[in-house]
């Protein structure tokens, strides 16, 4: 397995070379355990266990935030637990992008967003008046 640390950004790999992201939390429980938290689609804000999160995959550290900065990462995380999940405004990247640098961003929303501006823009100037 491999090692990581408090606050880093896992992912795992879904269809069509789509990402779920979550942040790794260390042992919140005192239990001896890993635990990762994630926005679940449909669901919450939630701590699951680094194997649920992994579903046999072995999650890949997509950005790491300094160690002096770990705790504080993992505390944002942990303040989300609950939110309800919503693609536009709370999905898993808005969560490990608020736990990591304390903004909440997505770049799939964005790209999405921009990517629809575009071809609204182009559409609109190619109108007859």
């Known amino acids: 397995m491999k090692a990581y640390e408090l606050g880093d950004q896992l992912r795992i790999k879904f269809a069509w070379g789509v990402y779920h992201v979550g942040i790794y939390v260390g042992d919140p429980y005192g239990d001896g355990g890993d635990y990762v938290a994630h926005a679940a689609k449909g669901g919450t804000v939630a701590l699951i266990t680094l ?37 536009l405004f709370a999905n898993c990247e808005h969560l490990t992008s608020f736990a990591q640098t304390g903004q909440a961003w997505s770049p799939t929303v964005f ?9 609204g823009l182009v559409w609109a100037s190619r109108r007859s008046w």
Not at 61 to 81: G, H, I, M, T
Not at 111 to 119: K, N
């Open 51 to 87: 194997d649920e999160f992994a579903g046999g995959q072995v999650p890949e550290v997509a950005s790491r935030v300094p160690w002096d900065q770990q705790e504080a990462a993992v505390e944002r995380a942990l303040s989300k637990l609950g939110q309800p999940y919503d693609a």
């Open 111 to 119: 790209a999405i967003t921009l990517a629809v501006s575009v071809v």
